[in-house]
């Protein structure tokens, strides 16, 4: 494989990660996991960045590895702290990692959103378990709803007003069930 098709897997990757992110907005994982998996995404574009920068910016103190990833005796020794390839590789880095948390953080919600608004039926749905979860921030409830065809689905929203029995009012996806929202709770933080 060739230096610039090599260069060119990450942002490929990029856009698998975020287009998977989108259409499945109903990830079920730790704000923490959710963030390493977009850093390291996101992040995974350095080694592009460099090689871009380091062929536009020709410097015998440039290295064949992205600097970020040298020991610091051989960033000091070799001095590529003061090149440009380095420094616009660390500032488009930064960036793509703030572009990449916005981004798979806004097209899910949005995605999310459109599918409501064009394909959303309201239902009832009744609470089944309270549960406190570490991993997911808080008191957890389970609830499940039945959709148009009969069918049992069920889900997890943050709530602390909720009591096992209660009654809710839903709104799913005709198309994707599994997308759905509550409506009648007045205290709820977010769906997870």
């Known amino acids: 494989m060739k230096p610039y098709q090599r260069a060119l897997l990450p942002p490929i990757a990029i856009l698998f990660i975020t287009a998977f992110m989108a259409y499945f907005p109903n ?18 574009s350095i080694f592009s960045f460099y090689y871009i ?4 910016f020709p410097d015998k ?3 064949e590895i992205p600097p970020q990833f040298l020991r610091k005796e051989q960033i000091e020794l070799s001095g590529v702290r003061g090149t440009k390839a380095f420094q616009l590789t660390t ?3 930064l960036l793509t990692v703030v572009i990449g948390l916005f981004a798979c953080y806004y097209l899910p919600l949005k995605y999310k959103e459109n599918e409501l608004n064009q394909n959303g039926i309201k239902t009832k749905g009744i609470v089944t378990y309270e549960m406190y979860s570490k991993t997911n921030m808080g008191e957890i409830r389970g609830y499940k ?3 148009k065809s009969n069918i049992n689905h069920s ?3 943050k709530n602390k007003s909720l009591k096992e029995g209660d009654t809710i009012e839903i709104l799913y996806s005709s198309k994707r069930p599994d997308i759905n929202k509550i409506l009648s709770v007045n205290d709820e933080i977010f769906g997870i």
Do not use: E, H, W
């Open 155 to 157: 889900d997890i929203i």
């Open 61 to 63: 103190r440039n290295t």
């Open 27 to 44: 990830l079920k994982m730790g704000p923490m996991a959710y963030f390493f998996l977009v850093s390291f995404a996101y992040g995974s």
């Open 53 to 56: 920068f380091s062929q536009m």
């Open 145 to 147: 709803f039945l959709d």
């Open 91 to 93: 500032n488009f880095s």
